[in-house]
């Protein structure tokens, strides 16, 4: 193609049409092969050796534990790089630097000057966009950069990088039919991630597969911890605002390491993610980098403002309370199941849809039955049809209807519900980047 690309919106849409893209349709999108990376990071002049980075893996938590980190080091004075996946809203939310999303004339500038590359490689999304974000990275000169896998670890194409700190938060059954069917064969692929002589954090010992961890270190030389091991909570509490802060004492073994922290991130799971952020903390001290204390207070406190975190019991409205969540394996599940039993409310509507290249079943039999349903569909072509989601729910006695979009969904649930019930939407990400 000769032509070169004069909007932002063009040039989304040439990359969306000539280039696969795993979120959209899924497996055809996954290429279990880093040489494309290899390759496209060499063109760029290997970009990825010109910034400190920490590499975070994990099948539920990453998220979280990526933006918390990126704050943390932020509010300590370093200009940090963050690289998420995927996003919710705009493109541009995978990339940031210091909290700021990549620009728009920084996007087409870099597709018009390589453009040519990507049609002769057939590069998939997920390739393109790490290059850019590494490319982004090193030309902005970033101190560090927190960088997400994408899928699994060994294979992803964020692992080309050579970390500071490897963090794997926890392993749990998603993606069976790219990176295992057992806990072990997925914990092998997260485990990918781990470097010679970097040091790695495991956020929730799992005493059913520390032992892939611990010979994968082993081998490697790289010193290992497990955070749940070295650090707690203690004197846990919440705040009375809606949704309600986290407050609580870490401690060191039986020392108080930090009183009365107080993290803007709601939901019970953030339990496990406080723990292995302040590991990584510890760790990444240890090296050299330059953490105070009250930094630690201040980005746990500001972490949506710093870095723009979205879609973690995220409250959408109060009256009706509605509230919107990404979780959607059955770890992730079980714990917004855990958060629901906490939420005062008078009638539960829950709006759902889910992807339809996993089985459902794991998902559906943990929630709630004394709950009004809303299924529906995402506008991308992995969404599960409503018709089916729905048949599959009744099954474990979850009744509602199907709606034919999640706008339409959504407004059935609002319609319906009282100023004192609460709505939620979750299931897939894709319904709730439509919703929020």
Known sequence: MAKGFTSYRETLDYLYSRLPMFQRVGVAAYKADLKNTVTLCKTLGNPEKKFRSIHIAGTNGKGSTAHLLAAILQVSGYKTGLYTS?????????????????????????????????????????????????????????????????????????????PDLSVITNVSYDHMNLLGKTLAKIAAEKAGIIKKNIPVVIGETQEEIKSVFIEKARSHKAPLFFADKDFSLKNIAHTEEIPPDLVADVYEGTHLYLKKIRCALPGLYQRKNIVTVIAAVEQLRDIGFRIPENAIYKAFRNVGRLTHLQGRWQVISKKPLVIADTAHNEAGVREVVAQLKKTPYKKLHIVFGVVKDKDPSAVLRLLPKQATYYFCNAKIPRAMDAGDLRAAASEFGLKGERWSSVKKAMRAAEDAAGPKDLVFVGGSMYVVAEVI
Not at 101 to 121: C, D, G, P, Q, S
């Open 86 to 162: 995927p996003h919710l809203k705009s493109f541009r939310e995978r990339i940031r630097i210091n909290g700021q999303k990549i620009k728009k004339e920084r996007v087409v500038e870099f597709v018009n000057r390589h453009h040519k590359e990507f049609e002769k490689t057939e590069l998939s999304f997920f390739e393109w966009t790490v290059g850019l974000a590494f490319d982004h990275f090193a030309n902005e000169k970033v101190d560090v950069a927190v960088i997400e896998t994408g899928l699994g670890g060994r294979l992803d194409s964020t692992n080309v990088i050579m």
